[in-house]
């Protein structure tokens, strides 16, 4: 027999009694607390469904508010970035006559990080812009300003010939056949590619095309070509395998200016083009990251967006500023020569220098891209005080790719645009503020 079963056996039931009273006591005690809440819930619930609406009520209450709350927060975020891209963009197009104090510092350093188009990556390479770089600060750069001193005699000379060529039917035809291409050149490489051309007539000669040197292939629908000292590249809308090239060419190139041209579907919706930026944020296309900064619509007519590249291979950053004209339908001429006097007068904003090549693409790179690239290279001139000799210029252009001015038409709005631009030149020169004679056009 053990020893707790011999001593004292009464205290131990006696010991197992009072336990047994304590938790019946606490039961005892909390019943009323238990009931109480008991019948809170079942009023509560009673309440409820017999007014039911006061559930929607708190529940549609909650939801405003916490709609409300986070629908204030986007705005204000929306706000904030909206008002920086106009801030940016009214910067980077203030009026280039004036006389304003430039700061060149971060102009500079774009300049030599765009002029280093070389894969070298040696200690003696100039420095660029980090990725950290202030971006207010790089969009805030006044633009190059146009020279008020013109070469008036040049103008007026100008301004006769595109008179002359407006009135006389003879002399526009005598520049239309004398400018034809005097062969087509067939291009062999471009014949090797053809699944990376968007068709196979609007394609780059041997002779000026641009060769990639750090891609998979040196391959690109792009032709360059040089008139004095300023520099263009004509070239397609990027396929969907060819965006990387695309990039890879503006990098190389040291371009900091495309002029799109085409709108990305047709009159009917049709999609006619790849969008090669982001919607927002950022693509990653190669060794390249492409952020989209800002995108501004100016109008009707155009969007300018401001993207930033980033290329991983070589540690380096650009900004690129994307002008993209919306309404010109292929194969015709703009509505208005205003309309893209205006587009052309932002495009040279953007410019931070003319020995940079300016890329002009179009759906095909054919006739939308040569008559702007005709007007543009025309009036750097003018502006520049070089001498112009149009019938050589035309040549130039039509010469350099199949297809860069296709029609009659497009050259008759070439001329008439550059006659209003010219004009207004001259009018400004000589304070004339008279109202311009109205002039025979019968081309």
Known sequence: MSILSTRNPGLVVGDQISSASVQTEKISSQEPAMKKRSVYFDKSADLFKKQPFKLVLLVTGTLFLALSVFGSVLYVRQRRKRK???????????????????DNTNDEKITIALASDSPKNSPEEPPVISWEADLENIM????PRVSRDLDLDGCKSLLKNCENLMSDKASFDSLWTGTKPKNDKLSAIA????SYNQDQVSVPYDLNRVVLKNSTRDYINATKFKTDDLSYIITQNPLKDTVNDFWNMVWQEGANVIVMLSPLEDNKGKPKSKAYW??????????MEIHLVSEHIWNDNFVIRSLYLKNLKFGKTRTVNQ????????????VSEKDVLDFRKKVTNCIKN??????VHDDV?????????LIDLTLAKIENKKKVNF???VSVIRASRPGMIKSKEQLQFVIKALDTKISGYVNKAEGDKSPSKKKKIII
Request: charged content about 30%; cysteine-free.
């Open 84 to 102: 920086a891209s106009e801030e940016s963009l009214d910067k980077l197009f203030t009026d280039p006559y004036k006389p304003d104090i430039v």
């Open 140 to 143: 805030s750069n006044s633009p």
């Open 191 to 194: 014949n090797l590619n053809k």
């Open 278 to 287: 982001p919607d927002e944020g950022m693509i990653k296309v190669d060794n």
């Open 323 to 334: 002008l993209h004209y919306l309404t010109w339908a292929k194969d015709s001429v703009p």
């Open 354 to 359: 003319r020995k940079n090549p300016l890329i």
């Open 365 to 373: 790179g054919s006739s939308r891209a040569g008559v702007f690239s």
């Open 391 to 393: 019938k050589e210029e």
